[in-house]
């Protein structure tokens, strides 16, 4: 039996005011890579499952644990999960910034409603800041420089517009910003048979020029797999 829409709505928005109430009543607890990973993958978490393989992401959780990132700016919000594991991974008073475009191609944003819930994901004394916003605009990328104050990313998550020439853009425009030592990444690395998803590419075309790490489960897979370049 179809259930009605508004019937799911009440159910989704009833699953956030629990997934609001674990965060509130963890926000002072240490989250270790492992705890983050267990808890994103597990049921009380399944409104913001990312759009990641777990054992691609786990790799990630795990480099973003040693590098305890004071400044994080992400390209693509979408559920939310990629927001959440990077909060529990980076430092106690990180800035974290995420950009999302209202119905942008490749995943479609949010709805204004998860604004809370995302701000929620914020631990101890770390900021979050939600751009609802193209992150190729320039207004956008003025913006982000206001709210860096001139410090720099330590991990910059590319994840948003997926065509050749949009992600490129994205590098082009904020890997200025991150420092010597910090990391880039892309997600959707592995080629791709849809034609206007070319993150492999430009991951392609870049990654010999960096020291850079794969997280791919199967070359074969078709979609996602995780690059990561170390600026120099
Ligand atoms: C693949 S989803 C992100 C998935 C998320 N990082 C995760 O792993 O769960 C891509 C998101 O990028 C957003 N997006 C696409 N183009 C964008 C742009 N130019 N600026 C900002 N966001 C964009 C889409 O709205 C979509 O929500």
Redesign the pocket.
Known sequence: MKVPAFISNILIRRGFSRLRAVMDKTRNEDWPAKRTMDFLFSKPAELIT???FREEMEQLADELEKLRPQVVV?????????LFMASRVAADDALLIS????????????PEWKVPVYNSFSRRKQKIELVR????AAHTFENLKKSLGGKPIDYL?I????SYA?VKQDFEMYSPLVRPGGIIVF?DIVTHPDESTNVYKLWNELKTGYEYREFVKDWNQKCFGIGLIRMK
Not at 74 to 82: H, P, S, V
Request: glycine share 26%.
């Open positions: 990312p759009w990641q992400e390209i693509g919000t979408a559920n939310g999960g990629t950009i999302d475009l209202p119905q942008g191609p490749y995943g479609g944003g949010y916003d193209d992150s190729h998550f994840d948003g517009d997926h949009g997600h």
